[in-house]
């Protein structure tokens, strides 16, 4: 009797997919690759032919060249093999999907990475009720439980006002956090200027090209002490503490991920501001998400594993972790 998911394979280098000759964010250069988002640990140069979101395929040519690619939009069938495949909005960063597969009469959901909360920069996750979800768990601790985005735009534009002789300098990933802590900054009502590290220019220019709108950004690079002093600026976490930082007014040091949970991680990185600002699935997410779209059997790809198998079990759920490698946390 055939087992419930046997014709996807799961390798280290990704899952490999038989009857399409195609892998899913393999991690290794590959003849056909399906991508689920830009970050680059799942978006990786390389593969001889790409079939991505459009978004998708333009943050890998903005960091990797033009790519072979084949843009599939949201919802759009497509047959590889005998295998039926579209792609349905993951609300990671933009263009981010989740791939949805089918043979045999069984589907299976690859999720890639996730999160749940409304973001003004891409699509809101679609649930789609499967057979198998194979599921991230970066947070997948009962620990992670994020705040409401409100409430830390609140407490940055506070930090920001209580001394307008300082700025507020704050690490994010330049791909999905930086865009989104924007557009979160805009809909709270803050319209002055944002700086921008020079690192950060080419992706904020790439989401506004495809219709997110940001305001007003402006390079730190043409900018004086006093024109900087009482405005959020905004850099790779690693600027924090680099010699860069030196041309700034006094900045109070700030980082927005969702491991700014973990106290330690924000002392570590000498961190006076930690945002709690996740573009994952926290722990209440990941765990309703399961019970959502009703799978016989999860999947994790990544995280913290052993937590979300346990708490499957104790709900006869079947659950496994797969031996994937090279899926990172930390660039959260």
């Known amino acids: 009797m055939a087992k419930l998911g046997d014709w996807i394979e799961a390798r280290p280098q990704g899952l490999y997919l038989p009857a399409a000759d195609a892998w899913i964010d393999p991690t290794i250069p590959v003849d056909r690759a399906l991508i689920t988002h830009g970050h680059a640990d799942h978006a990786r140069p390389g593969h001889r032919a790409v079939l991505a979101t459009a978004e998708t395929l333009a943050i890998m040519a903005a960091r990797y060249g033009p790519q072979s690619g084949q843009p599939i ?3 759009a069938p497509l047959t590889m093999g005998g295998l039926s495949v ?11 999907a989740q791939i949805v597969l089918e043979q045999r009469g069984e589907r299976v959901v690859v999720s890639g990475d996730y999160k749940r909360r409304a973001d003004p920069t891409c699509a809101p996750f679609e649930p789609v009720r499967c057979d198998i979800f194979i599921s991230e768990a970066t947070f997948g601790l009962p620990v992670f439980r994020h705040p409401p985005t409100e409430q830390v735009v609140e407490r940055l534009l506070a930090t920001l006002a209580a001394d307008p002789a300082r700025c ?4 994010a990933y330049a791909l999905g956090k930086a865009q989104r802590l924007i557009a979160e ?4 009502g803050h319209d002055a200027p944002i700086y921008l590290h020079g690192a950060m220019a080419k992706l904020c220019a790439l989401y506004e090209a495809h219709g997110v709108a940001l305001g007003t950004l402006l390079p730190v690079a043409e900018a ?8 959020i600026v905004i850099a790779p976490p690693s600027a924090l503490t680099d010699r860069w930082a030196r041309r700034l007014p006094d900045p109070v040091p700030a980082m927005a991920s969702g491991w700014m949970r973990v106290r330690q991680r924000a002392v570590q990185r000498g961190v006076e501001l930690p945002l709690i600002l996740s573009d994952h699935a926290d722990w209440d997410e990941l765990t309703d998400t399961l019970v959502e779209v009703a ?8 995280g913290r594993d052993d937590a979300l198998v346990h708490w499957c ?3 006869q759920i079947k659950a496994r972790a797969l031996a994937l490698t090279g899926y990172e946390d930390d660039a959260e």
Not at 168 to 171: E, I, K, N, Y
């Open 73 to 75: 939009a949201y919802g």
């Open 86 to 96: 579209r792609f349905v909005p993951a609300g990671h960063v933009l263009g981010s």
């Open 168 to 171: 507020v300098l704050v690490g």
């Open 185 to 188: 900054l805009r809909r709270a």
């Open 224 to 231: 004086s002490k006093a024109d900087l002093a009482g405005h």
């Open 295 to 302: 799978a016989q059997e999860i999947w994790v790809t990544h």
């Open 313 to 315: 079990a104790n709900r």
